[in-house]
């Protein structure tokens, strides 16, 4: 049986289960049914609801997600290569590593009021130091061999070292860190939504709370998590298959 034939077996086995939990439970208004939720899901998307909630939610994280990738690329760069960052600065993201993104929120309303900049402010600050972290282990572990090949070959230690020679050589690290960061940047961008101002997913999430419409609560947690795992098998999944094969770090015989 095949990956993708257990998988559509075991979501029609939950969803049996769902709704006969349902009708033999009686959950009532505390969760909807199957038939609820997908009725959620119908009137949303002809209405355009879900899908501006879900385009402007896109627009902020992508956004937001680019920003990190490169400011925490960077940073882990001049961590890895500088001891004095390292120590002075490479300790302070360490720390703000463990601070949820979500309690830089109202500094963020306080700074640049409820708006995008504030969602996309705590989003970027979600995934910027995981993927800095992920970096400078990336580059810390590059064989030297590599650095002393491009140093020979006449490549300096600035830019050109940076994204002809780290960068590359430290993608099998990075993308894990990529993946992880991706997930973070989702959990900061819905938690700014559900309190900042404007069309998003969180947006939506808050007025199902406000209204008591479970089905369409569960719609955004189903969408949310929809979007993260499509995006995740089939883009990141996939690239670090290919770079861990072009590294020789996995075989590349299923």
Same mark, same amino acid.
């Given at each position: 049986?095949?990956?993708?034939?257990? !998988?559509?077996?075991?979501?029609?086995?939950?969803?049996?289960?769902?709704?006969?939990?349902? !009708?033999?439970?009686?959950?009532?208004?505390?969760?909807?049914?199957?038939?609820?939720?997908?009725?959620?899901?119908?009137?949303?998307?002809?209405?355009?609801?879900?899908?501006?909630?879900?385009?402007?939610?896109?627009?902020?994280?992508?956004?937001?997600?680019?920003?990190?990738?490169?400011?925490?690329?960077?940073?882990?760069?001049?961590?890895? !290569?500088?001891?004095?960052?390292?120590?002075?600065?490479?300790?302070?993201?360490?720390?703000?590593?463990?601070?949820?993104? $979500?309690?830089?929120?109202?500094?963020?309303?306080?700074?640049?009021?409820?708006?995008?900049?504030?969602? $996309?402010?705590?989003?970027?600050?979600?995934?910027?130091?995981?993927?800095?972290?992920?970096?400078?282990?990336?580059?810390?572990?590059?064989?030297?061999?590599?650095?002393?090949?491009?140093?020979?070959?006449?490549?300096?230690?600035?830019?050109?070292?940076?994204?002809?020679?780290?960068?590359?050589?430290?993608?099998?690290?990075?993308?894990?860190?990529?993946?992880?960061? #991706?997930?973070?940047? #989702?959990?900061?961008?819905?938690?700014?939504?559900?309190?900042?101002?404007?069309?998003?997913?969180?947006?939506?999430?808050?007025?199902?709370?406000?209204?008591?419409?479970?089905?369409?609560?569960?719609?955004?947690?189903?969408?949310?998590?929809?979007?993260?795992?499509?995006?995740?098998?089939?883009?990141?999944?996939?690239?670090?298959?290919?770079?861990?094969?072009?590294?020789?770090?996995?075989?590349?015989?299923?």
């Amino acid at each position: 049986m095949s990956t993708a034939l257990r !998988r559509g077996l075991f979501l029609v086995l939950l969803l049996i289960a769902w709704e006969a939990g349902f !009708r033999i439970f009686d959950w009532g208004w505390k969760f909807p049914s199957v038939t609820q939720t997908f009725q959620a899901f119908y009137d949303g998307f002809v209405h355009g609801q879900l899908l501006e909630a879900t385009f402007q939610s896109l627009t902020r994280l992508l956004l937001a997600f680019a920003i990190s990738i490169v400011v925490g690329t960077v940073l882990g760069f001049l961590f890895a !290569r500088y001891r004095l960052i390292d120590d002075t600065i490479g300790f302070l993201v360490v720390a703000l590593q463990t601070i949820p993104s $979500i309690a830089w929120l109202p500094f963020a309303i306080i700074w640049f009021g409820m708006n995008d900049f504030s969602v $996309i402010f705590i989003t970027t600050l979600g995934a910027t130091w995981t993927m800095a972290m992920a970096s400078r282990t990336g580059i810390k572990n590059i064989p030297s061999i590599y650095i002393k090949a491009a140093q020979t070959m006449g490549t300096g230690d600035g830019m050109r070292m940076f994204y002809q020679i780290m960068v590359p050589a430290a993608f099998p690290h990075m993308i894990t860190g990529v993946r992880v960061a #991706w997930a973070f940047a #989702w959990r900061a961008l819905v938690a700014g939504e559900l309190i900042a101002k404007g069309v998003g997913l969180g947006q939506l999430l808050q007025d199902g709370r406000n209204l008591a419409d479970t089905a369409l609560m569960l719609c955004i947690v189903i969408i949310i998590a929809v979007l993260g795992t499509v995006s995740d098998h089939f883009c990141f999944k996939r690239l670090e298959d290919k770079l861990l094969l072009r590294y020789g770090l996995i075989s590349g015989k299923k």
